[in-house]
């Protein structure tokens, strides 16, 4: 399979910048948004704590106090990105965003969506969080406005994610896939590279498994290890090993040959907060840890989708 000309980019996988600009001819820019929801995976509903790498302190606005409204948020976004976009996709990204009554949630959304410029919404959830009721309100905006939900996955092993303290299984993820599909709303996995235990096949498993999905997008994570956090005592206590640079980069380029080359690439790696990282380096450095994917794949003369068996 050859690199296919509707990615429109030099890069050698279909990153999202380019899918912005294919999808509506110009820049668009993803303002994220803390609309003040928490989880429950920390509030007892599922369990207590959250995942074992989550620090549980919600974004930057929530750490200084009293949260902005989010029209106040997008406004603020605007003007901070004006000159790299024009059109903007409101994020709900600070933890479970559908994690409240649809009245609620569709009050946030439409304050949202007012907003000039404001073309969609990307909503990141959980699976276990999305009921009827929820997903038919995202499928009624989705007939005028481009709606992504994110889903938190990370891997497909149940005993992953049981160890990661995820609160949900893969069968719960497959059910909140199958009742998102056919209504006009965007699909996008998150998944993590290095969580403890997992073998290169267990990785490579993930992958096969969700290019065989109706998935529209991927966000791929590197482990972090935080202070304040579960994994990050682990780390301290040398019970969690992070992965190297090298083993990283060459896990990324293996899943991005797996992947369907129509699937939006919309992060490669994460970085933490500063103040409470331990854990591994490299990972603190965005660019170089981009740039050894592209000389990688570059190295192998490989591509997204290069081995994809649609």
């Known amino acids: 399979m050859a690199k296919p000309d509707f990615w429109k980019t030099t890069k050698r996988y279909y990153d999202l910048k380019s899918y912005w600009r294919n999808m509506f001819g110009c820049n668009v820019h993803k303002l994220s948004i803390d609309a003040g929801f928490t989880c429950p995976n920390r509030d007892g509903h599922v369990a207590v704590g959250g995942c074992i790498y989550c620090d549980g302190r919600g974004s930057k606005l929530r750490q200084k106090g009293d949260l ?5 948020q997008i406004t603020s976004g605007k003007k901070y990105y004006s000159a790299q976009a024009s059109k903007f996709i409101a994020y709900f990204q600070t933890f479970t965003n559908t994690y409240a009554p649809v009245e609620k949630l569709q009050a946030l959304y439409d304050e949202a969506l007012d907003q000039e410029n404001v073309i969609g919404l990307s909503i990141g959830t959980r699976p276990d969080c999305l009921g009827l009721d929820v997903i038919e309100l995202l499928g009624s905006y989705a007939e005028k406005y481009h709606i992504w939900v994110e889903l938190g996955l990370q891997s497909v092993s149940d005993r992953t994610l049981q160890l990661i303290n995820r609160g949900h299984n893969y069968q719960q993820f497959l059910d909140a896939v199958n009742a998102l599909a056919g209504k006009g709303i965007n699909i996008c996995v998150h998944i993590i590279i290095g969580l403890p235990g997992e073998s290169d096949e267990d990785v490579l498993t993930t992958a096969r498994n969700l290019s065989a999905l109706p ?8 482990l972090l290890a935080l202070e304040g956090t579960a994994l990050g005592e682990m780390y301290k206590k040398g019970e969690a090993k992070m992965i190297t640079k090298e083993k990283y980069v060459s896990l990324v380029v293996d899943v ?14 994460a970085d933490g907060y500063r103040d409470i990282f331990l854990s591994p380096d490299w990972a603190m450095n965005k660019l ?11 190295r192998r003369d490989s591509y997204q989708g290069k ?4």
């Open 307 to 310: 081995y994809y068996k649609g």
């Open 215 to 222: 998935i529209h997008g991927i966000k791929i994570h590197s």
């Open 288 to 298: 170089d840890v981009l740039n050894s994917i592209n000389k990688e794949l570059t």
């Open 256 to 269: 991005l040959e797996i992947l369907s080359p129509n699937m939006v690439i919309q992060r490669l790696t």
């Open 68 to 72: 902005p409204s989010v029209a106040g």
